[in-house]
């Protein structure tokens, strides 16, 4: 790419810079996406290999800056020799092989589930058999979605999935819009015993461009959650992404 406005460079979320070495052995500083850099340290060493998609940002007297929107390592490619996986997961909405979050098990329905963070309700279902077009939106009945708004303008979407009732902390009824804290209870486990967990930034190379997609949800504004890609709960920092301080002692 031929750059940017600065405007537009800015609004990016890149607070993060990384040197890497090419083969030929030149090092380049390049600024990398804070979504894609919350996988990073989990997935590639300092020394280890990765190829790297960037787009040419700026411009500056130093050099051009170069920003990293997607990266890949060895192990991101499937061996031929090994057979994906097609048996279903815990919450039999998906395959392991396209499981786009992480399930919690309780012991019994009807615990309650808690939100993650301060956010507000913008999609409830209540079919129990909910059904879906598209994998990364599963058939798996009833659900709650969350859109936390960080101090940096950053945007999170959740959702916890496989639900009983819908219910707050004191056993009412949620409705879309309302404000919901932190561990604030937004339904409970359902009779699987099983919560589906999926968080979604809302971050420039994270955004599906299926047509088929823009077709059946362009206008509901309620799916728009599901125009971003799941991110792996367990790896991204959202803390670092929303630029959020972290507590210090």
């Known amino acids: 790419m031929s750059g940017m406005p600065k405007q537009d460079a800015d609004s990016l979320q890149a607070t993060n810079c990384i040197t ?60 031929a020799d090994k057979p994906a996986d097609t048996t279903m997961t815990s919450c039999g909405c998906w395959t392991h092989d396209e499981h786009p979050g992480v399930d919690f098990t309780a012991d019994k329905p009807g615990a309650p589930v808690a939100a993650m963070a301060d956010g507000v309700i913008v999609k409830i279902e209540t079919g129990e058999q909910a059904p879906a077009d598209f994998p990364g939106i599963g058939g798996c009945g009833r659900y709650v979605v969350l859109k936390h708004t960080y101090p940096n303008g950053g945007i999170v979407y959740t959702r916890y999935v496989q639900l009983g009732r819908v219910v707050g902390p004191k056993g009412e009824t949620l409705r879309v819009g309302a404000t919901v804290k932190a561990k604030d209870t937004i339904g409970e486990i359902g009779p699987s015993k099983v919560l589906h967990f999926e968080l979604r930034p809302v971050a420039p190379g994270n955004t599906t461009t299926d ?20 991110v792996d709960p367990q790896k991204f920092d959202v803390a670092s992404f929303g630029g959020v301080k972290k507590a210090t002692k």
Do not use: C
């Open 20 to 79: 890497v070495r090419s083969a030929k052995g030149r090092e380049l500083k390049v600024f990398m996406q804070d979504v894609v850099y919350g996988f990073l340290p989990n997935e590639v060493p300092v020394g280890g290999k990765l190829s790297l998609y960037a787009i040419h940002a700026f411009t500056s007297p130093d050099g051009p800056g170069l920003l990293v929107s997607e990266f890949l390592t060895p192990r991101s490619f499937p061996r």
């Open 211 to 230: 047509k088929a997609w823009s077709e059946r949800y362009g206008k509901m504004p309620d799916m728009e959650w599901s125009r971003y890609e799941t």
